[in-house]
């Protein structure tokens, strides 16, 4: 499994998008859903077998491949992702803010 250790120190581009004061723990959480988003959208697109022999494969022939890696720059925003982490994980149903993280709970819908 290849791993990325270069690591860049994230700077708010706007106080809406201020890292809280633990950015370790957002920043964990946030690579922790956004792994486990990517791979229930591979179970769900292609069943479970083949969804883990696509844990370490990314399809980069694709728009959201070229948002990161755009053919024009010479290296990549690295410091972007973590901008967004904030608003992501609060789109997606976490309390960020304060001193810590929490998932609001889910309520399941009676059918």
């Known amino acids: 499994?290849?791993?990325?250790?270069?690591?860049t120190p994230a700077r708010a581009s706007s106080?809406?998008?201020t890292i809280p004061p633990r950015p370790d723990e957002l920043l964990d959480a946030y690579s922790s859903w956004l792994f486990f988003e990517r791979h229930f959208l591979h179970i769900g697109?292609?069943?479970i077998e083949t969804a883990?022999?696509?844990i370490d494969t990314?399809?980069?022939?694709?728009?959201g491949a070229l948002f990161h890696l755009p053919i024009k720059a010479d290296l990549p925003d690295y410091t972007a992702p973590?901008?967004?982490a904030a608003s992501i994980l609060s789109r997606a149903g976490f309390q960020v803010g304060g001193s810590k993280l929490s998932a609001r709970l889910r309520r399941s819908r009676k059918l």
């Open 1 to 7: 499994m290849a791993k990325l250790a270069h690591i």
């Open 15 to 17: 106080p809406a998008l």
């Open 45 to 47: 697109r292609f069943g």
């Open 52 to 54: 883990l022999g696509l």
């Open 58 to 63: 990314v399809q980069v022939d694709n728009a």
């Open 82 to 84: 973590a901008r967004r």
